[in-house]
């Protein structure tokens, strides 16, 4: 991808994952240049992973961060924190240095979110 106002597709963020032909994005949020997401990497509901690309200067996506989930991953990155996870709620709400946002949580139990924040900001997340 090269243009910089391009978001990446769904396929591209299943890539980043493990594969763009295979499975499901449960969750995901957008913001500048960054993108969080859940996908479940083959659609049975066992491999989940969270991952978190980035656009560089050069206006291509690339992957910042790929991990296998727990039920919670968060961390900061590009002046902003992000956050996913699984939890049985219609919604959660992820408090950073103050500042309350809300997600929803999609029909799988899965939500993602970007918020502006300095480095080192506390977040705590809790159901709503």
Do not use: C, K
Request: net charge negative; proline share 4%.
């Amino acid at each position: 991808m090269s243009d910089l106002g391009a978001r990446p597709s769904d396929e591209f963020v299943r890539a980043a994952a493990g594969s763009a032909s295979a499975g499901t994005t449960l969750a995901r949020a957008d913001l500048g240049r960054l993108v969080v997401a859940a996908v479940d990497t083959n659609d049975d509901g066992t491999f989940i992973e969270f991952v978190v690309l980035h656009r560089d200067d050069d206006g291509r996506w690339r992957e910042f961060i790929s991990e296998g989930s727990g039920p919670i991953a968060s961390g900061w990155a590009y002046g902003h924190t992000w956050a996913v996870g699984r939890w049985n709620a219609t919604s959660v709400t992820v408090t950073i240095d103050g500042s309350i946002h809300r997600a929803p949580v999609g029909d799988r139990g899965y939500w993602a979110l970007l918020a502006p924040a300095p480095q080192g900001a506390a977040t705590t997340v809790t159901a709503s």
